[in-house]
């Protein structure tokens, strides 16, 4: 009957009224919601008295709901909507409280984006704890894929015969954040200083400055391309050393803008810009799913937003 107060019920209640609605039978909404059938009736009998109408009918074998039934049927798939999305945001809060994220990524990483993306992070999450290791890309697969690390920031080139996104990562999850462009490192006297895109082919003849024979596929693929081989008559993977070379006349290179931007340009060193194509991919490599974790779903979206700027 009716009550001169507001009627009174909660969530647990409309989710009773739904299942009644959903099920056709109060038997059948006992089974879905895990309850006995009695209890379910009982529960109906109370909210009835609260809300002061009849909420259900009988029709035969089965019960359907009356338009009081109807109208707090229609409100509670709203209410358990938004019931829903509150617990999944409060246990994501939860879960960045006291998150920690293993990261692992590429030498030239290190000094560029890695320092703005803690900053970024310790601004924005400061709840998120972030270690960082070094290492080449090979390594920082085997690292993701070892559960060593939870995102490895890795890069690939155009054409590169020992890509470590191949076979390698299979079954972890690979994906394209970025792109580094990458410089020919000459002389400040050179004659192709004066281009605004070097062309490959007009280095043929000159001494190269390559790294190890495991870092400079990349640079024999690019000289390939131009027809020729690079003769390669010094090798070293330090970056100021490279430079230093380079600074004195003794050889041209190659060095991706993140490398060259690690530290202030030397003197007498010109970076000129390689065709866009010749850039390298830069990417995160996690285990499949990972990005369902609130906290590295935080740590991805950083990076790109890093990159992005």
Known sequence: MPTESAPSFD???????KAVADAGSITAAAERLGYSQPAI?????????RVGAALVERVGRSVRLTEAGRVLARHATAVSTVLEAAAGELAE???LQAARVRLVGF????????????????????????TYVEAEPPEAVDAVRDDRADIALTFSYPGDRD???????????????GADDLLAVLPASHPLVVDDVVDVAGLAAADWIAGCPRCRGHLLELCERAGFTPRIAFETDNVVAVESLVAQGIGVATLP????????????????SLPEGEARTIHTVTARGADRVPAVRVVLVAIRAVLAS
Do not use: C, N, W, Y
């Open 107 to 130: 030498p030239s990483a290190s000094p560029t984006l890695v320092p703005r993306l803690l900053a970024d992070l310790a601004h924005r999450h400061p709840g998120i704890s972030i």
């Open 93 to 95: 809060l939860s879960g």
């Open 41 to 49: 009736s009982q529960q109906l009998k109370r909210l009835e008295l």
């Open 11 to 17: 969530a647990a209640d409309l989710r009773v009224v």
């Open 257 to 272: 803008r993140m490398a060259a931007e690690s530290f202030p340009p030397l003197p007498g060193v010109v970076f000129a």
């Open 163 to 177: 890509d470590p996104h191949g076979a390698s990562a299979r079954g972890l999850d690979v994906r394209a954040v």
